[in-house]
């Protein structure tokens, strides 16, 4: 199945059932990930060691204790710190596949990748995204059914999921599209590219709760041990995902 997506993914579209149309944008929009804002643990941390100073000089041993308590928690919070990415596409149901021409400009100008290669990339990501709804209207029965309809209403909740689930759904939902785009450059030959999206942004070593992406290295790891076993869990997962976000989830943890 994979193969055959990768294939006809940027050239012929249609054979998988995909429409050939998507939309260009100019506008730069960042995504934010992570929990805390960095400047106010920034500013957390320095009161901390204010405080832990004041201690030292005041001989107070008896509020040690505390002071280990907070500076416990103010780690937590560093390792969930905020950070920013720069939006190349997006695929939303009910819009289709945007892609950013200037931010795909942008990071190709910064790590000197070719702007061509880097934009098919992206429309494979994204294309994968309307591939993977497209699979879940139809096992909701929901294709080309109305937006009314009670089959596609279901279909709508179930994609987006809820609250832990939400994020689970991402999770998967990225992990699918990312690998794909993945051993699309590896599949082409442009293996600097997919060596650059195993390496994980300065930002993204912290460790973020359901980042999106987390389930890409699990795959590319087993694709460099095994490529059928990778391709076979790719297969698993998707199936998995139509039914079950959890489930899906609880797969790439496994990876
Ligand atoms: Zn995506």
Same mark, same amino acid.
Request: charged content about 20%.
């Given at each position: 199945m994979l193969e055959i997506i990768l294939e006809n993914i *940027?050239?012929?579209?249609e054979r998988l059932g995909l429409p050939a149309a998507y939309a260009e944008s100019d506008v730069l929009l960042y995504r934010q990930y992570g929990r805390y804002d960095t400047v106010a643990v920034q500013r957390e941390g320095r009161q901390l060691l204010e405080r832990a100073e004041a201690l030292q000089a005041e001989y107070d041993i008896a509020a040690l204790p505390r002071l280990g308590k907070q500076y416990a928690e103010w780690s937590k919070k560093l390792q969930q710190l905020k950070f920013k990415r720069l939006l190349h596409g997006e695929f939303a149901a009910d819009k289709g596949i945007t892609l950013y021409v200037n931010a795909i400009r942008q990071e190709c100008a910064e790590h000197g990748w070719d702007y061509a290669v880097y934009y098919d990339s992206v429309l494979v990501h994204e294309r994968v995204h309307l591939l993977h709804y497209q699979a879940v209207l139809a096992h909701f029965g @929901? %294709? #080309? %059914? @109305? *937006?009314?309809?009670a089959e596609y209403k279901q279909a709508q909740r179930y994609w987006y999921g809820r609250q832990t689930e939400a994020a689970q759904a991402a999770v998967v939902k990225e992990t699918l599209a990312e690998f794909a785009r993945w051993l699309w450059c590896l599949q082409q030959g442009h293996l600097a590219l997919a060596q650059a999206f195993l390496q994980t942004p300065e930002e993204a070593?912290?460790?973020?709760? $359901? $980042?999106? $992406? %987390? #389930?890409v290295r699990g795959l590319c790891a087993l694709y460099v041990r095994s490529p059928q076993a990778a391709v076979r869990a790719y297969s698993e997962l998707w199936q998995l995902s139509l039914t079950s976000w959890q489930q899906a989830y609880a797969r790439i943890k496994e990876l």
């Amino acid at each position: 199945m994979l193969e055959i997506i990768l294939e006809n993914i *940027v050239t012929a579209p249609e054979r998988l059932g995909l429409p050939a149309a998507y939309a260009e944008s100019d506008v730069l929009l960042y995504r934010q990930y992570g929990r805390y804002d960095t400047v106010a643990v920034q500013r957390e941390g320095r009161q901390l060691l204010e405080r832990a100073e004041a201690l030292q000089a005041e001989y107070d041993i008896a509020a040690l204790p505390r002071l280990g308590k907070q500076y416990a928690e103010w780690s937590k919070k560093l390792q969930q710190l905020k950070f920013k990415r720069l939006l190349h596409g997006e695929f939303a149901a009910d819009k289709g596949i945007t892609l950013y021409v200037n931010a795909i400009r942008q990071e190709c100008a910064e790590h000197g990748w070719d702007y061509a290669v880097y934009y098919d990339s992206v429309l494979v990501h994204e294309r994968v995204h309307l591939l993977h709804y497209q699979a879940v209207l139809a096992h909701f029965g @929901a %294709a #080309g %059914a @109305a *937006v009314q309809s009670a089959e596609y209403k279901q279909a709508q909740r179930y994609w987006y999921g809820r609250q832990t689930e939400a994020a689970q759904a991402a999770v998967v939902k990225e992990t699918l599209a990312e690998f794909a785009r993945w051993l699309w450059c590896l599949q082409q030959g442009h293996l600097a590219l997919a060596q650059a999206f195993l390496q994980t942004p300065e930002e993204a070593r912290t460790c973020i709760p $359901y $980042y999106p $992406y %987390a #389930g890409v290295r699990g795959l590319c790891a087993l694709y460099v041990r095994s490529p059928q076993a990778a391709v076979r869990a790719y297969s698993e997962l998707w199936q998995l995902s139509l039914t079950s976000w959890q489930q899906a989830y609880a797969r790439i943890k496994e990876l």
